[in-house]
């Protein structure tokens, strides 16, 4: 027994004894443990393997900092990779294993790892790409053994069975982190009278004082504060809470674990939120993170920062040693020191310090504890956990000047000073300062975020609420009875590395402990000529693990910059990305998956179509009845129905979803005339007109019919996919450059329900059920007029998309299902059959008509064969620059059709070569649309090829190299059938 | 995110905007019968290196077009109006 929960003390409920289970050991803890302080209460050392080498390794931090510690948490489908054990809260019922070990933790045959370790070093991965090693076995090998590596902790592959939800808030000030400085700031801005939320990581308030004795001044004051804090309500205290991201214009990303510290979330309880906070301002005061030391053997079980030693003694009341060694380089661990030594253990203190304060030799003379200074451990003996340490007089490189002495001890609390918490402003403001007292990168105030306490070296608790207050907005606060600061910047030494001369060590040494990046991996990328931090990160992956290089960050800039014989600032430090801490993917998604992925559009008339047993297909965010299948129906024997049946008899066809725009004012024909290729401002009311659209680069965008309502008002229609773009064309014209037309434009897709009703008895179908006189005479082709359906006020186009005789009735849509259920009834006797997408395009295929596959935004006017739409007599969008000289290229490929030899058809996207050259390559051309055509009786294509006009008659190859398909097809004119339009003007 | 002042909505979040591109060009007079205006128009554009106007739909808002002022280097928010008041008009013909 060396580790053991402490008889008192600590934030932690005695009252009750939960049961916790790791790798099927049980372990008591108490409310208020975590899962770390549980197993060193136990004294479970060992509690995992590490990434690379298998070492062995055990819990070296008390925060969200942990490397080494890190376990799959829960099992089954809420099974999570990677957690840090110290951050796990515990609960009855928890259970955890450990991760990257087989056959077990204490037996891994991965460790053989550590001695191929020659070969693992900084790069290995690059460099299995060339030399010798590409494409050999060895390559293979490494290849499975990064990918088996990666990620460490093995992910579930269960759908997540938990729910999460989004919050949006707004606040006047965000503090991040509630140490002395943060609850002093919201303390400040809150008796101001501003809206405050106060965002904590930790299960508990408090910060740094969490590690301080309980029921000390430190923590006296805090209960103060806190229950000033909850009775106002302008604050909202959030504990289980990180600020993961900090955005421009002060938006902040944060995750807050509701039932976490659950064994699963109660009924109808979320697991966790994702806020989105705009803040008007914000402070940090989020603290600052220890830092290792480097030396042989710093990954050993029972090697831990000594900040960490001190918070499990006095937060949850664990000694984590009995004998200690203390290795530091500041003054901030004699604190640490003397409250292991109160607790009960016998210390050793190495400060690599010649020369220490007196006041603090005083007080470790006094505590019982051994100082040595100008000592450092030069390693750390021991496997799976720690027995002795070697230390040795150092000089003032950190450099052996003598022999090493073994002593003795199961715990070294090591302290190479300090890292502020400066991720957030870094991710926002990219570089800080350096600070050489500090030896730290510190950051400062900038627009709209103010920072404060440790993050910016405050000396002192006092110091700390002083800055925090002041952020806060408020002014000088009274100073609280303190025991004596140990304010780790002052006198620092900035030696972290202990080795001898060229970075020998007498054994590993790490500097990132999760991503297993050594001394000799840094000494090896910058005799290997990296002298770049950016790339040196890259090769070395340092500082890349999951815990985004917390503890390893500031040692692998500083032995660059020695080796570089540079300072610090001079080599620079990375950038911060978000996330702070790891965020579930859950989390993010919030409720926005499956069916609630995006918003899903449906017509009017969506429920007859499910009900009649359409299959539906999507249309951007539209649902659209593809076809309706009879029993025992293909997709392609139900369009071909379909379609068949329109040419026969008459259908009808939803088609609700094109875009709708209203355009209307004194000067809408000079708009309508700039925006389409032919003439539309002659157009008369009561009468509708085909257009074409180009874009400001010459290419087509859109088409669509233009109806004339009577001056000044039109009704403008688009395709499906191109209405938003449209409008926000328009919008866009109309609001710069245009802006002296007087015309509003307006969306009304949403208004009008339409259905198309097509076929040679659709006019007696409409005549049936209209008072109208809507003969040929009367109501000829490119006629638009008011109707009533049923007492429902309508507008009946007069247009074609199938090539019949065809008509579309637009209906406000709340009326849309009673019409379209009139006109099924009406249609009985003329036998009526419904439409889907894909029979509505075998039809415009066969009357060579173009959709979006034709106009797909690399094809022009002339591509497509519509020269003709594109007026001489006034200029429009696209005008100039559609006559581009690289435009007019002749060998362009043009719109043809194709007539496919044999049944199997082609598909869309397929190649065309000639017939006798081989297929590869680009091709001449392509397939755009194909469709079966009912009437011709053969497949049939619309593609675009190079030189199309000239070559009616000539047989291509048609290739889909995707499908591997081989097949011949005729050339011939894109109006398959009626090309005249007997039938649509009949 | 980017929170823009919208004149009509107020400040309101990026994700409520579209993208419109460069706002310092100004479009030929409609019958500008010369390509390389309309080639300058459609592709020339420079690429600052902070303070920079530029476009934003507010489609998810009042649907106005907005000429806002961002700094590419710091996404600091200058200047910001409505297209209707700020953007340049048509050449002259």
Known sequence: MTARRLDRGGRIDRGRTLTLRFDGRDIAAHPGDTLASAMLAADIRLVGRSFKYHRPRGVMAAGVEEANALVHLREGDRREPNTPATVVEAFDGLVATSQNAWPGLRFDVGAVNGLASRFLGAGFYYKTFIGPFRGTRFWMVCEAFIRRAAGMGRATTLDDPDAYEKVNAFCDLLVVGSGPAGLSAALAAAEAGREVVLAEQDSQLGGSILSTPVGGAQDQWREEVLARLAAMPNVRLMSRTTVFGAYDSNVFGMVERVTDHLAAPSNGMPRQRYWLLRARQAVLATGAIERPLVFAGNDVPGVMLASAAATYVNRYAVLPGERVVVAANNDSAYAAAVTLARAGARIVLCDVRASVPKELSDLARAAG???????AVLKAQGGQRVTGAQIVAVNGDGRPSGAAMRVACDLIAMSGGWAPVLHLWSQRFGKPVYRPELDAFVPADRDGIACAGSLIGAESFNACREQGASAGGGSHVAAVPESPTFFWGRNLSPVSVIAHAGGRTPGKAFVDFQHDVKLADIDQAHREGFVSVEHLKRYTTSGMAADQGKTSNLNALARLAALRGMELPAVGTTTFRPPYTPVSIGTLVGHEFGLHFRPIRRTAVHGWHHDHGA??????????????????ES???????EAAHVRAHVGIVDVSTLGKIAVQGPDAAEFLDRLYTNKMGNLSPGRLRYGLMLREDGFVHDDGIVACLGEGDYLVSTTTANAAAVLANAEHLLQTAWRDLRVHVTSVTDYWAAFAVAGPNSRALLASLIEADIS???????AHREVTVGGIACRLHRTSYSGELAYEILVPSTHGLAVWEALVEAGRPLDLGVYGTEAMGALRIEKGHVALAEMEGRTTMGDLGMEGLASRRKPFVGSVL???EVLADPSRPTLVGLKIDGSIGARAGALLFRRNDPATGHGEGWVSSTTWSPALGCNIALALLRHGAERM???????????DLDVTAEVVSPKFFDPEGHRQNA | MLRIHCPVCGLRDETEFTYGGDATVRRPAMDDPEPAHWLDYVFTRDNPRGPHREYWHHLGGCRQWLVVERDTLTHAMGETGLAR???????EP
């Open chain 1, 369 to 375: 504890i051994d100082l040595r200074p100008g000592h």
């Open chain 1, 882 to 884: 559609r006559l581009r």
């Open chain 2, 85 to 91: 008041e700020m953007a340049p008009l048509e050449m």
């Open chain 1, 953 to 963: 008659g000539e047989r291509v190859r048609v290739v889909d190299l995707v499908g």
């Open chain 1, 615 to 632: 299959v539906m297909t999507e249309a951007g965010l539209w649902l659209r009845p593809q076809y309706y299948p009879q029993a025992g």
């Open chain 1, 776 to 782: 040929n005479a009367a109501f000829p082709a490119n």
């Open chain 1, 635 to 641: 997709l392609r024997e139900a369009y071909v129905r």
